[in-house]
Nanobody, 122 residues
Framework: QVQLVESGGGLVQAGGSLRLSCARP????????NAWFRQAPGKEREFVAA????????SYADSVKFRFTISRDNAKNTVYLQMNSLKPEDTAVYYC???????????????WGQGTQVTVSS
């Protein structure tokens, strides 16, 4: 069982920045693609960004393109989501996922974390 642990969420004002981290403590996930999804209250889970195992390929939702950056450090078994120019509509629980390939389809990812809350105040 792949256990993913997210961290870095919190409360930030609009226009601010946060960096989320996703780790697999004690184990490597350098062979997996990873993604971030988010779910706001009353809404379905939506794709945010994804990265392949090497970091050479990334994909972003249009709503976050040019504001968010996904990256990974395989030596630290960690994937990051740098979020800049945050907006109140970015408020959601953010989830990390791992799977065989880069895709925006949540059902393609086999492993998930418990989520971290991001709240952006106006």
């Amino acid at each position: 069982q792949v256990q993913l642990v997210e961290s870095g969420g919190g409360l930030v004002q609009a226009g601010g920045s946060l960096r989320l981290s996703c780790a697999r403590p004690g184990r490597t996930f350098s062979t997996y693609a990873n993604a971030w999804f988010r779910q706001a209250p009353g809404k379905e889970r939506e794709f945010v960004a994804a990265i392949n195992w090497s970091g050479a390929r990334t994909s972003y939702a249009d709503s976050v393109k040019f504001r968010f950056t996904i990256s990974r450090d395989n030596a630290k078994n960690t994937v990051y989501l740098q979020m800049n120019s945050l907006k109140p509509e970015d408020t959601a629980v953010y989830y990390c996922a791992a799977g065989p390939e880069v895709t925006a389809r949540s059902y393609e990812y086999n492993y998930w974390g418990q989520g971290t809350q991001v709240t952006v105040s106006s």
